[in-house]
């Protein structure tokens, strides 16, 4: 399955855009209370907001025109009341929707990590953790903003308008019609120019996550970069990704900030009709001053909210392109689904290759009509070259991947119908690069391992020495309380190989798989860990992947794998003769 999030078409991006603004509405329904609430607020709010010019238009034609003081002194009272209730619905506002948008933050990162978590590892292998990074920070937060910031002020702003729009029209309505052209310009150039908005700010989007992608890497290489003395390649990658970066930022920035001007040179062309047409009026007695100037209030409170619509337009438009990203990650599946568990075949053997074939998406296929049994209780060895599909094959046996054809059976049912607990519990496998989490050594080796999860300490240290796992936890100077910090170079890979040992064994799996489990750690340490792997039940099979022949040399049976085939070496002395003939060949 494709998970490439960056090699999406974009056409299929426009057709998918009205649906994933309709999940949108849906995925936010946990806030629909507060949003009617903000809404009806807000409608007051514009409410005594639209009839301001009006009042301000009547008092000066009845009150500033005669002299009369009280009167003022009564309509200004009102003024001040009617701004003083906006100000507490203004904050009152304010303070709602930026909840609801650092709500709407934690739900997105939520999810996006939830759903991340679900996918598998064909994910991963396709996408970068720069850019998943930059989705789930900087692309949430994109939403964020809208909605706690520029949402009110957007709904705020249509509202007024309309308001306007309607006062304007029913006062006059040629001057209304004369005032509003200007409007319509304007929604067509919004119209035509909004899907190239989107489209730039999708890219720059894209190239940050891309600029984010490459530094994560590159800082995670470091090392090896400062050995080979290439911070010349390490410059150069940079500044390709911060020029691209630079370039699309720039395009975007651009048309983001062109509407502004446009929109406020047809607000200036409209006020200055107004003017021109109401003196006119005023001349013929059909308009009064303080009418004319509420005119020009109601004007101003209809193109004021769209030179402040230019700016969120913009906003919107990066939301929505932000939402877009977002919601290519909400949107995928795994590929790796639980079936209906089958008719189980009796006295089978632990693991069953039939008939399997595998590649990985978008390369060659790696394994060809691959079959073999591994029976319970037994050591198994894979050896061959580099590339020959070792690792391959133990990813099948743990389900990391599914074969592209045939089955794997594990106790002689279909490994796809165990859920993954249940598959985690009968499977160890120790990868060639360990991952461990910050805290101690402890948390890590009783991570996810229900049946110790609680222990204390001492009750640990006491099932870790009837395992046999105390030689090898007294290298540690603190023993369980060694602080491990992920990431970190105060702990050598062996160690890592340690640690992670001592977390497979402890969960007591049937299949025990090692792939160069030992590659990183001495002869002595080695031996223990031999050690370790006797005293594990009798009915535990272990599979083993090693460069090291010492390490294989005790195993039941020996697979060689090479080419995309696995065959039966038998003994270890015939194992080494097909390798030293492959060599030759090759």
């Not at 789930?136 to 964020?144: H, S």
């Not at 046996?397 to 599914?402: E, K, S, T, V, W």
Request: glycine content about 8%.
């Amino acid at each position: 399955m494709n998970y490439n999030l960056n090699n999406t078409d974009t056409t299929e991006q426009q057709h998918t855009s009205g649906k994933r603004l309709l999940k949108l509405l849906a995925y936010i329904k946990t806030e629909h209370r507060a949003l009617i609430v903000v809404f009806g607020i807000m409608i007051i709010s514009q409410g005594l907001s639209i009839t301001v010019p009006f009042v301000v238009g009547y008092t000066i034609d009845h009150y500033v025109a005669t002299k009369d003081f009280s009167g003022i002194l009564k309509y200004a009272g009102i003024l001040l009341g009617m701004f003083t209730v906006n100000l507490a619905f203004s904050y009152w506002q304010t303070k709602m929707m930026g909840s609801v948008g650092q709500r709407m933050l934690y739900m997105l990162r939520n999810a996006l990590f939830v759903k991340i978590q679900e996918l598998p590892i064909a994910f991963f292998n396709q996408n970068k953790t720069g850019d998943l990074i930059s989705r789930i920070n900087n692309d949430t937060d994109k939403m964020n903003q809208f909605f706690s910031q520029s949402l009110v002020q957007f709904a705020s702003g249509i509202m007024s308008m309309v308001g306007a729009g309607i006062f304007l029209l029913s006062i006059n309505f040629k001057l209304g019609i004369a005032t509003l052209a200007p409007a319509v310009f304007l929604l067509l150039f919004t119209r035509v120019l909004s899907p190239l908005v989107k489209k730039r700010n999708a890219a720059s989007m894209k190239s940050t996550g891309s600029m984010s992608a490459e530094i994560q890497e590159s800082l995670s290489n470091f090392k090896v970069i400062i050995a080979f003395n290439r911070r010349d390649y390490f410059r150069k990658r940079f500044d390709e990704v911060n020029q691209e970066n630079y370039g699309t930022a720039k395009s975007a920035g651009v048309l983001n900030n062109i509407f502004t001007p446009v929109f406020s040179l047809c607000s200036q062309i409209a006020m200055l009709a107004v003017l021109a047409y109401g003196i006119y009026l005023i001349s013929t007695g059909e308009f009064t001053v303080g009418l004319l100037i509420s005119y020009l209030s109601f004007s101003s409170y209809f193109y004021n909210p769209i030179r402040q619509l230019a700016i969120l337009w913009t906003n919107f438009q990066m939301a929505m392109a932000g939402w877009d990203r977002i919601s290519q990650i909400l949107e995928l599946e795994s590929d790796l689904k639980v079936l209906p568990a089958g008719p189980v075949k009796e006295n089978a053997p632990l693991i069953s290759f039939q008939h399997v074939h595998f590649g990985y998406p978008g390369g060659k296929e790696i394994l060809h009509n691959v079959s073999f049994n591994l029976e319970q209780g037994k050591t198994y060895a894979l050896v061959g070259p580099t590339g020959g599909g070792k690792t391959t094959t133990a990813s099948l046996i743990a389900r990391l991947y599914d074969p592209t054809a045939g089955e794997v059976l594990l106790n002689g049912r279909d490994i796809r119908s165990y859920t993954p607990e249940e598959r985690t519990r009968k499977i160890g496998f120790i990868l060639q690069e360990p991952f461990l989490f910050s805290g101690t050594i402890q948390e890590n080796i009783v991570y996810g391992n229900p049946v110790y999860a609680d222990y204390t300490a001492e009750q640990l240290d006491a099932v870790m020495e009837k395992a046999g796992l105390n030689t090898l936890l007294a290298r540690f100077e603190d023993g369980l309380a060694t602080n491990i910090v992920s990431g970190n170079d105060g702990i050598s890979l062996g160690q890592k190989q340690l640690i992670a040992f001592m977390r497979a064994v402890l969960r007591d799996p049937d299949l025990l798989v090692l792939d160069e489990a030992t590659a990183n750690i001495d002869t002595v340490t080695e031996q223990q860990l031999e050690a370790v792997l006797q005293k594990l039940p009798a009915h535990t099979t272990r599979v083993i992947i090693a460069h090291r022949l010492n390490t294989i040399e005790n195993a039941d049976e020996i697979f060689f794998v090479n080419n995309g085939e696995i065959a039966r070496a038998g003994s270890f002395s015939h194992a080494m003769n097909m390798l030293v003939q492959h060599e030759r060949n090759t």
